[in-house]
Structures are given as C-alpha cells and as structure tokens.
C-alpha cells in the first residue's frame, strides 16, 4: 500500500492537468457517469500504470472500451458498469476531438 | 624422479606427463620409455585393484574422458553446435548411444532447449559450443538460466591450445572462463586432460545443489586430443544431497504468527514446483482458509482453478492484489521475489515469513520477520505440522470465516475475468490478441503445457492447474529468443503432453532455428505466433517515459515498427522444415489449430502466423518507418 497514496495523488494531478478543463463547472445529470469514471480511474487504473503511458490516447467510447477490456485481459478485476463509467469519462475528456495536451 | 613414478603409479599424472616429467629432469626420451615400460607390471597391477563401488578408471582421449564422465553424471542429451576440437568427443559418441547427441544450428535456441529439456524433465543436460565465439551467442539464454536459476552446464573449449595460449591467437579472448562467473555459480578451466572429469562433475554438482544455477567448464582443446588415464565417478558420490530442514524454532514463531493472522496471504514461486511441493502448499492455504498469490516466476506453482487462489498481482507487487487488500502476515514459499520497481512486493505493513533455499536473496529488499532456510518441501512439512499443533476449534472456526470470504472474491473474479469477452473489438480482424489466447485456451488439452514469450500477451482463461491440469513454462530471465527452444525442451522432456508454444513476433524472430530441431527430432510442438509487426510493449513503455514529445507529435516513432516490409513468420517456419500458415481471423484460427492438432497427432510440428492487431497510442494503419534507402543513395546501379 506504501505506493498507493503517492501514486493516486500524481496520478489525480495528471488526470486533471490532461484533462481537467472539460471536467470542472457545474455538474448536469448527463455527467454522473462520466464523474464516476473519473472516480474509477483513481481507483483502478494507477496502481499498474504512470497516467502518462496513456495521457496522448484519444479514442471515442469504443475505443477506450476496447482499452479498458484489454486490461481485463491482464489481470483486472473490473465490473462492467465500472468499465462503461469509465470510458465514458475517457471519451469526454480524451475523445478524438480533444486537443492534445501540452508538452 | 621416485615422486614422478609414485604419481604415476597412483594415476595421479598421465604417461604423456610422467615421460615429459623424465626428460625435463635430464633422461633421454629412449630411457624414459624404457623405465616406463619397466613400471608397466606395477601399474597393471593398480588397475587390477577393484575400484569402489561408482569410481573407474578410464584411459582414453580427453574427449572420451568427458563423454564418460557426462555418462556417469546422469545426462541422456548432449545440446551442441558444431565444433571443430570437439573431435574427440564426437568419436567417443559414435560407441556410446546412450549419450544422445542434438545438433542446434544456433547456440542461443539450443541452450534454450537445453534449459527447456533440464526445467520439464528435472534430469541434467549439458549444452556445447564451438570456443568462445558460441559461448557468446549462448550466454543470452546463459542469463536466463541464471536469472530463473535452472540448473543447466554449459561446456566450450579454448580453441588456444596449452602451448600457444596466451598468444592473441585465432578465437582467444584472455580469462574466457571469466567471462561468464557473474552469471554462474561456477566456471573453471580444467588445467590437464586428466582433470576434465573432475571439472564436469564439479560444474553438475554445483548446478544442481540448491539454489540451482548455471555453470560453465571449460579447457585447452588439445586436451580433448590428449590420451590420459583419469577417475569417472557417479555423481551421486560427490552431490552433498542438499535438503535442509528449517530451524524448529523458526517453524513454531511462523505457524504462530500464521494461526494469529486476521489474514495470511500464501506468496507462492518456483522452488514449489521445482520441489514438487504444490500438494503442501494447497495444504498448507486451506488448513488456514488462506488467499494464494504468485509473483512474477517460471512455473504456475499452485492450482489457478482453487477456490483460495486470488490471482497473480496485476503489478507484480501484493498490494496491487484485488484482495486481499490488507494481509497482516505474508508467507513466501519458493519466490525468488524479483523486483521491478523501487516499492517492495511484500508491504512493510505486513510481516513477512520468507521461507527459501535461496538464503542469498533472502532480507535484500524486504523485512523478514521470520526467516525459514529451507528446502521448501521439507519446510512446507514441518510448518504444516506445527501449524496443526496450534489449531484449535476457534481457530479453525476462523480459518472457515476467512476461506468463505475468499471464496466469496475468486467467485466473483471468475466472472469479471470472463468479462474479457466482451470487448467491443473482439471480432476484429486483425485479431485482439485477447481473442486469440481465448481460442488458444479453448482449444488446448486439459493437461496442456504452455510455453510462453510473449510480452504484451495477458495469460487470461488457461487455468493453470500443476496438480495434473496445464502447466505454464514463463519467460522470466527475458533475453528474448528463448520461447521456440524452450518448447522443443520441454517436448523432449515430456512427448506425452500437448505442448503450445505463445510467442510475440518479435520475439519468434530472435530464436526459431529451434523450429528445424522441432522437424529433425519429431517433436510435434504447436507455436502460435502472435505477430502484430511491431515490439508493442517498447512503444507503450517508451511513450510513458516522453508523453506529448516528439514521437507522439511526428509519429515518427524510431524503434518499434517491424512492419515494411512484414515479416512471414510462415515461410520462415517452411524453411526450416515446420509446415505452417498465416491466420488473419477468428474463424481461420479456429481452422487453424484444427489442423494444426492433426499435424501433432502424426508426429510433425505446425506453425500459426496470427495477425493481431497494434494497440496503444498513436499507432498509424500504416506506420512511418525511417527514410532510409541505401539504393536510391547509390551512384552505381550495382
């Protein structure tokens, strides 16, 4: 466990300073899911990866899906409606039209 | 000169040496001769002593020497390359049948399949090479047996014969036996021809006492040529049959600690399976209704289909578990525990009870509350009975409890581990390499051996069960080339049992000239290459390191990209005499591997080039390769 605060903190940074205008304001019932994806995402993903092996990714929903379904694949023990939650949140804030963050 | 005749009387120098010795000291050679003649009674009348039970005398060539002494030392395989100065030792072949020799016309796949032949049969082996310059192509998979501690003896000549060594001569590197020492647990140069037996069963000795390791011998290759009298012995004489029990008291601070945990988790590694433990191990989980985990190792150690069996840690550390997210005590058995990043396995919230033969590797990053120096099995005895002494009705009552949580989890994460299926890709064309190890996983033999180098591949759906279900062969050392020599081993070893050979394209192309031993020797071998024309794990890992740079920028991405033009692994298995063929889709592979079972059940190997996909940021349809065209540069169409 000794990783895991430190990582998740670096980790939030990253995932707000890629993706963090999209995600701050008010917050409309259509961005429930996607909030509970970024939650997911702090949860899940960064025990195993640094957010920078995937912070140039832009993929629509499928996409990030098929990502996610891959770490399945690996070794995660993810839910279904924790996969969807969080490739809907990746769509949003890394979709294909998202710009790319700076260097 | 009475010392030269007593040592040659006690066979203690050859007659070579003992005429060498008497005309160093002022006789003529015809002298000499003649006293030697004169001592001949005497010596016969020492061979005529009979020799203790598993010691002979043998006078012969050094290369017959050696070949005996590989006899008495318990090997049925010789792995080598051709070599000029082994004369000798292939002579001594040609009346010897039951050393049976492999040629492997690459020294890497070769000590691949040595390796594979010593881990899947547990019986020693011996691989060659022709002076040094094979050594070095056979020290990649040198490293590996060391890395994964198999206990396999490697064998080249000084091509620099006695008299002119020391001379920058043809194929002579000063201290070749040194070149090796950081990767073996021994490595000598045997100093005269009589000593070569001595050296070779010094290498297996060492190699198969525990912790098991490479070893590396070696000598002036005139001394293969050289008659000389010499001892072969059995080496059951000198092996110091090495199985240590743990301190009692050391056992009873362990199985405390175990009875008293809110929740143990079992580490298991390769010393279980090497020691044929896992039966203990499986004991040992379920009298404590403890969760079992395995670090990153070679063998599959502890049945993947049992209901206390939580998974491997998705990133190599045991806080990266699922569950349990919190063991107050951990138990290691047999991992080697090797680290890939700077934060220790085992937590140091937990306590640890570390119980190995490799005591060397023993408290390097973790603390270790209770050390148990051991061999694994007889450990794995001792603590189950005292754990057993300590149980009582309470105690077990606790040990239900936490078996039903467990199992409460590994249900429910054998349901989201089925969730692989559903990916939205999952009938693409190229394939997911998901979905080809799915189908290789549906189709494999219950008892399936797998061997596997494939680096970006996740072993999901196998359920590997060392207790009489699939067994899994992992790469682990990674000097890449190993996987196709590897499964060629492990056939050999074990011609009864399917075995499938997983393996990245990138990787295939470092090691398949083993595919031609697949053919030679009939081992029928099924290798499914999972080619995507790219290293996919160096590309993700390379833009970890620069996110947003350049190469994400450009798409000019330096070192990843196998493609233009792609690589046929199929003809290149045809070539080396493997029939073979390219599968772009699911219901081709599943075709495929109908065929390819058809092919092993008469004998031959068969080869699947499976087009996967590439993942991960940034890849092009067609990626940008660097401009360089050394034709169009030319100013003489030549």
């Known amino acids: 466990m000794s990783i895991s605060s430190k990582s998740i903190s670096i980790f939030l940074f990253c995932v707000l300073w890629a993706f963090g205008p999209g995600a701050a304001g008010a917050q409309p019932p259509a961005r429930a899911l996607e909030d509970a994806g970024g939650d997911a995402l702090g949860r899940l993903c960064f025990q195993c990866h640094r957010a920078s092996m995937w912070s140039d990714l832009r993929l629509d929903r499928r996409g990030w899906e098929s990502v996610l379904y891959r770490m399945v694949g690996r070794g995660a023990l993810w839910s279904e409606e924790d996969i969807k939650a969080m490739a809907a949140y990746l769509a949003a804030s890394a979709g294909p039209q998202a710009g790319k963050p700076a260097k | 000169m009475r010392e030269l005749v007593a040592q040659y009387l006690s066979q203690s120098i050859s007659r070579r040496t003992f005429l060498k010795g008497l005309t160093a000291a002022g006789v003529s050679l015809a002298a000499a001769e003649s006293i030697l003649e004169s001592l001949a009674p005497a010596a016969h ?18 290369g017959a020497c050696f070949a005996e002494q590989l006899m008495a030392s318990g090997v049925k395989y010789v792995f080598g390359n051709s070599a000029s100065e082994d004369a000798q030792f292939y002579e001594a072949l040609v009346d010897r049948p039951k050393l049976k020799y492999i040629l492997t016309p690459h020294e890497g796949p070769g000590a691949a399949m040595a390796a594979g032949y010593v881990k899947a049969s547990g019986e020693p082996a011996i691989v060659m090479q022709a002076a040094v310059v094979g050594l070095m192509n056979a020290m990649g998979q040198m490293f590996n047996a060391f890395k994964e501690q198999t206990p396999l003896v490697f064998y080249s000549y000084r091509t620099d014969q006695s008299g002119r060594a020391g001379r920058d001569g043809f194929e002579e590197v000063a201290n070749q036996e040194q ?52 001892e072969i012995i059995v080496q059951q004489k000198v ?8 301190d009692p008291a050391e056992v009873e601070r362990a199985a405390k600690l175990l009875v008293e945990a809110r929740m143990p988790l079992l580490n298991v590694g390769d010393e279980v399976y090497n020691r044929k433990a896992i039966g203990k191990a499986v004991r040992l989980a379920e009298l ?8 990153r190792q070679v063998f599959v150690s502890f049945p993947q289909t049992h209901r206390l069996w939580v998974g491997g840690p998705p990133g190599n550390r045991l806080a990266t578990l699922a569950f349990p997210k919190d063991p107050d005590v951990v138990v290691n058995v047999g991992n080697k525990l090797q680290h890939n990043s700077p934060a220790p396995i085992v937590s140091r919230n937990a306590k640890l009870i570390d119980m190995r033969i490799d005591s060397a590797s023993m408290g390097n990053v973790m603390t270790t509350e209770v050390p148990l120096v051991a061999d694994v099995a007889l450990g794995l005895d001792d603590l189950i009975a005292a754990v057993e002494a300590l149980m009582t009705p309470s105690i077990r009552q606790r040990a239900a409890t936490r078996a039903q949580e467990v199992e409460r989890f590994t249900g429910n994460a054998k349901a989201l581990k089925a969730l692989v299926t559903k990916n939205p890709e999952w009938d693409a064309s190229p394939m997911l390499a998901d979905r080809v190890t799915w189908e290789i996983a549906r189709f494999a033999d219950p008892d399936a051996i797998v061997v596997h180098e494939g680096g970006s591949i996740g072993l999901h759906s196998f359920g590997f069960d060392p207790l009489g279900g699939r067994e899994l062969f992992n790469y682990y050392g990674a000097h890449l080339g190993s996987g196709v020599g590897t499964a060629a081993g492990v056939k050999l070893a074990r011609p009864d049992r399917q075995v499938i050979c997983l393996v990245g394209d990138g990787s295939f192309v470092f090691g398949p000239t083993a595919l031609w031993n697949m ?12 080619n995507n024309h790219a290293y996919s794990g160096p590309h993700s890992r390379v833009i970890e390191k620069v ?4 190469m994400v920028q450009t798409g000019h991405f330096i070192h990843d990209y196998l493609g233009n033009p792609d690589m046929n692994m199929a003809y290149i298995a045809r070539g080396l005499g493997v029939d073979a063929e390219v599968v772009a889709s699911a219901e081709q592979l599943t075709a495929a591997l109908a065929r390819a079972r058809r092919a092993t059940v008469e004998g031959k190997p068969y080869l699947l080039d499976v087009q996967v996909g590439r993942y991960g940021v940034a890849w092009a349809d067609k990626p940008w390769t660097p401009p360089i065209s050394i034709a169009r540069e030319r100013t003489k169409k030549v």
């Not at chain 2, 020492?181 to 140069?189: D, E, F, N, R």
């Not at chain 2, 092996?239 to 743990?246: E, G, L, N, T």
Request: glycine share 6%; proline share 11%.
């Open chain 2, 547 to 550: 996110a947003g740079g350049r």
């Open chain 2, 45 to 62: 009348a020492q061979e005529a002593r009979p020799a203790a039970e598993g010691i002979k005398v043998f006078e012969g060539t050094g």
């Open chain 2, 179 to 230: 070149i090796v020492a950081p990767m073996t647990k021994y490595s000598w140069l045997a100093r005269r021809p009589d000593r070569i037996p001595e050296t070779v069963r010094r290498a297996f000795k060492a190699a198969w006492t525990p912790p098991y390791g490479p070893t590396y011998c070696s000598w002036h290759s005139d001394f293969n040529d050289e008659k000389t009298r010499t």
């Open chain 2, 519 to 530: 053919a030679r020797l009939e081992l029928p071998v099924i290798t499914v290459v999972y």
């Open chain 2, 239 to 246: 092996d110091p049959h090495m199985r240590v029990r743990p």
């Open chain 2, 288 to 295: 404590l209704g403890m969760p079992v985990t395995q670090a």
